[in-house]
């Protein structure tokens, strides 16, 4: 049957995802799938190989014990074996589930124990370390059977019986192919679109993490779908694979729109050399979350200061005239206005575009997507203006990806665009978002209550987005429904607005608001160390850490001036009235920030009780 | 009290193109010992040649920052008029003349002063380091390491400074001799009330004498403050002091294939 699936999603939606593997496999075998840099050299694994490493590795596990409806854990940077344990995984039956490479061991204990894993398969010695502590640690992990290094350096002298290389493993696995091949291939064809494919532990803004029950369906529906609305294929689409896997944003844009198109992923060599590895791959698809967004856009702004004057010019000039260019675009949906328009663009580009675009890694992205939480418009304008089209993306867990995206002919600043197909949407009394159909998910694992307070009657995902629609239906998020602060007089404020308008100000790192049952509001805010101080050394003001530059007196007046300039594009009652320098930075070490850098408020409004007394005083 | 020595922000390129230290920001109050700590290639060394001024021999510039000694800006000034002003630096790795006698570098160490006061120069340094007394004849090429440093040191004290700077005095010495030396560089602060930056990788060692410490990562000072707070402090506990997160003294074996992250809270 799998030989005869034509291209084209809507035949793949029927079927799960290690079926679609196994479909690439055999009627692509020999095109690439994977590149990945190792030592310096990119390294091609093609379809085929794919299939049968991830194969092999579900037949070993099938004879360690693993069964249908149990669960595997990877703790690992994005490299090749991530894919390979989460295919392998759900061949046999089972789910796999990944842990932030950050996350510190008892979150990683609490995850494992809570979800009951059988085996977990680990990056390297720092992640191994960590299942050891946490196995050694508290109550243990009763569940555990076994724990699989990829790589294995410095951890000769280990006695853990429980341990093995992710190499024998595979040996293991070419050692019982007589024995489980048959059992292994029966299952892939057994596997059913609603069986439950992987688990995703939500980042936990609030209290613990939740693992969030995804099936075949949910994946492949939300992946094809953007596949299908961006016109994604082999051809045009290509991605360096760098967000933690974990997430499912990368899982849908990487391994699910991957196995969807059959386009090639790179991994880049490490988290540090994301930005090296973009630019020499320079993908034609970039997902990114706006923080990264952010960070490229004043990786240019500050590099330009840096510049000759003469540089400085052509680019304030270019940026300038292009303005206009990519407003009139954004209104037009995205095409070109007119052919002035289009004329004048081409003479930016050869000018200065071009050589900026292939600096960034960017030149060859035919659609770049920007999700996982409000991006300020500022930000993205300025791609729009290189002539990067980046659309907005809205989705969660708890959807498999995405649910609402722009798409050309839809691409109003601020809005994450429309529904996507085969979906529902209603928006409740308060505001709320809800969403029904073929991605929303199953519930979350072992926690009936909580899946209950998601899921409404009726299969209805209740989003906790208070949402706006634009007259052509484009969503609007006004903000997390648990954010929304009102204020003691009663005004009901949305942070994340004047928080984004703080944080387009390149001094500015991170913005906290506060002002729930108070009568003003405050901010505390994170500076950024480096354009801080950068612009210390201008104004010859000494310092050391970035405490020292926190504390500073002349630091804070530039930050006033930060602030007041924000203040004076919002409503007086929406004005920042006192705000705090954060002596330190947040960190997800210390619990302060989920590990997609996303700030936990209740936990920083606990540690920094002393600073939020100052602004209001001990009754607060 | 304002500091003797104060460098603010200071930025040093080396060929134009390589950023050696950046936005390194430091004081040194008259009369105490400050050690400067980091691994190799941190910056230490390129910090006491700006100061010294004496980057222009490894193409090295300031661009960036200020330095000024008892309220004077050494940017622009020479290298011997730095010396004249009291700032003194003993080299990494002693750099003596090795063809000349001990008392011959030692004299040239007060190069410029009368006869009196190299003779007086000369005592004073005999009655630091014995053991230089009985050597002073020698070549000092064919001196042992330890007996090297001393006369190094002691060249510097021929002109007479008010500010000494030591890069990495213990370098391949024996552990006694590492303890005399630093008994000595104890002294002279005591008995004179001579400053002192000492630029060091042995942690231990340099946090026991100093009453102030600061620790250079990749150019950039990463944490500061007094020598008993930077000596509990985790960071400095784990990867200068090689103390275990457990406060207990490390094992080889135990090293990790992986670092945790630094973190350099203050």
Known sequence: ?620 | MSALLALSNVQVLYDHTIEAVRDVSLEIEEGRIVALLGSNGAGKSTILKAISGILGQEDGEIVGGSIAFAGHDLRRASPASIVARGLVQVPEGRALFATLTVEENLVMGGYGLSRADTETGLEEVYSLFPRVRERRGQISGYLSGGEQQMVAIGRAIMAKPRLLMLDEPSLGLAPQIIDSIFDTIVGLNGSRGLTVLLVEQNAQLALSVASRGYIIENGRIVLDGMAETLRTNPDVQEFYLGFGTSGTRKSMRDVKHYKRRKRWLS
């Open chain 1, 1 to 620: 049957m799998s030989a005869t699936v034509p291209f084209g999603t809507s035949a793949l939606r029927e079927l799960t995802l290690p079926q679609i593997l196994r479909h690439r496999a055999e009627t692509a075998g020999d095109a690439l799938a994977f590149r990945e840099k190792v030592r310096g050299v990119w390294r091609r694994t093609t379809w085929a190989q794919y299939h049968a490493t991830a194969r092999r590795l579900a037949i070993a596990l099938y004879s360690r014990g693993f069964r249908p409806g149990d669960r595997l854990a990877v703790a690992s940077e994005n490299i090749p074996e991530w894919m390979y344990a989460d295919l392998a995984a759900q061949m046999v039956g089972g789910a796999c589930l990944g842990i932030y490479p950050t996350n510190p061991w008892p979150e990683l204990q609490y995850i494992l124990r809570q979800s009951r894993t059988r085996f977990v398969v680990c990056g390297d010695q720092e992640q191994t370390d960590k299942v050891i502590d946490a196995s050694a640690s508290g109550e243990g992990l009763p569940d555990l059977d076994g724990i699989i290094t990829v790589d294995a350096k410095g951890m000769r002298h280990y006695a853990q019986s429980t341990l093995m290389s992710f190499s024998d493993l595979l040996c293991l696995g070419e050692r019982h192919e007589a024995e489980f091949g048959t059992v292994v291939d029966d299952l892939i064809e057994k596997g059913r679109p609603d069986d439950v494919a992987i688990v995703v532990y939500t980042s936990g803004t609030t209290g613990m993490p939740k693992g969030a029950m995804l099936t075949h369906r949910n994946m492949v529906h939300a992946a094809a779908e953007v596949v299908d609305i961006a016109g994604l294929t082999a051809d045009t689409y290509s991605i360096v694979c760098y967000l933690p896997l974990c997430h499912v944003a990368e899982r849908s844009f990487s391994t699910c729109m991957h196995l969807i198109t059959g386009c090639t992923i790179s991994f880049a060599e490490s988290i540090d050399t994301v930005v090296a590895n973009l630019r020499e791959i320079a993908p034609r698809g970039f997902l990114g979350v706006p923080r990264i967004w952010e960070k490229m856009q004043q990786g240019v702004v500050f590099r330009m200061r840096d510049a000759t004057p003469l540089q400085r010019r052509v680019f304030e000039t270019c940026m300038a005239r292009g303005r206009g260019i990519a407003e009139r675009r954004l209104r037009n949906g995205g095409g070109f206005a007119s052919l002035s328009d289009r004329v004048a663009y081409t003479l930016l580009w050869v000018t200065c575009f071009r050589s900026l675009k292939k600096h960034l890694g960017l030149d060859r992205v035919r659609a770049g997507f920007c999700g996982g939480a409000t991006i300020s418009a500022e930000v993205l304008l300025f791609f729009w203006i290189l002539g990067v089209p980046v659309y907005q993306i809205y989705g969660m867990t708890e959807t498999g990806g995405v649910t609402h995206m722009q798409r050309p002919g839809f691409t109003e600043l601020g809005t994450a665009g429309l529904l996507v197909g085969g979906l529902e949407q209603r928006v409740d009394s308060d505001g709320e978002l809800l969403v029904r159909g073929p991605s929303v998910f199953k519930g979350y694992l072992f926690d009936e209550e909580a899946s209950g307070r998601a899921l409404a009657d009726g299969g209805w995902l209740r989003t906790g987005d208070i949402v706006e629609f634009t007259p052509d239906r484009q969503l609007r998020v006004v903000d997390r429904k648990k954010d929304i602060l009102i204020t003691s007089g009663g005004k009901n404020i949305t942070p994340s607005l004047i928080e984004n308008a703080l944080k387009d100000s390149v001094y500015v790192r991170e913005a906290i608001l506060l002002g729930d049952g108070r009568h003003f509001l405050s901010a505390l805010i994170q500076i950024d160390f480096d354009t801080v101080g950068q612009w210390a050394r201008e104004k010859g003001i000494p310092y050391t850490t970035y405490r020292t530059l926190a504390e500073n007196a002349s630091v804070r007046e530039l930050i006033e001036a930060e602030v007041a300039q924000v203040n004076a594009r919002f409503a007086r009652v929406e004005n920042i009235r006192k705000f705090v320098i954060l002596a330190k930075e947040l960190d997800h070490d210390d619990g302060e920030m989920t590990a997609t850098m996303k700030v936990r408020r209740r936990i920083i409004e606990q540690r920094f009780r002393s600073e939020i007394v100052t602004i209001y005083g001990e009754a607060a």
